[in-house]
């Protein structure tokens, strides 16, 4: 059974940084696109930034390309999301899921197969 596991949000001021961590279990990721997406109250779940797993190469949203970050552990099956420079409008409930198949519509919640419980980062001004 895949398993998502999200950590390492919690309480920031603006202008800090946090890590989240995305630990997966269950199968062999290697074929996957793993993304980060987040969501604020009232507002749709939207692409923050995706990972190839084999290969490595990385696709980010507009909103954060420069301060973010995605990487990933092979050894530790384990996906990253380093975000710098955090501002209030990164407030957010964050996931992360895992999408098999092509990299093609990575910033497409709907096409993603699995889903963490999310972790929430919250951004003071």
């Known amino acids: 059974q895949v398993q998502l596991v999200e950590s390492g949000g919690g309480l920031v001021q603006a202008g800090g940084s946090l890590r989240l961590s995305c630990a997966a279990s269950g199968r062999t990721f290697s074929s996957y696109v793993m993304g980060w997406f987040r969501q604020a109250p009232g507002k749709e779940r939207e692409f923050v930034a995706a990972?190839?797993?084999?290969?490595?190469?990385?696709y980010y949203a507009d909103s954060v390309k420069g301060r973010f970050t995605i990487s990933r552990n092979n050894t530790e099956n384990t996906v990253y999301l380093q975000m710098n420079i955090l501002k209030p409008e990164d407030t957010a409930n964050y996931y992360c899921a895992a999408k098999s198949g092509s990299y093609i519509y990575f910033n497409n919640p709907r096409r993603y197969d699995y889903w963490g419980q999310g972790t929430q980062v919250t951004v003071s001004s």
């Open positions: 990972i190839r797993w084999s290969g490595g190469t990385t």
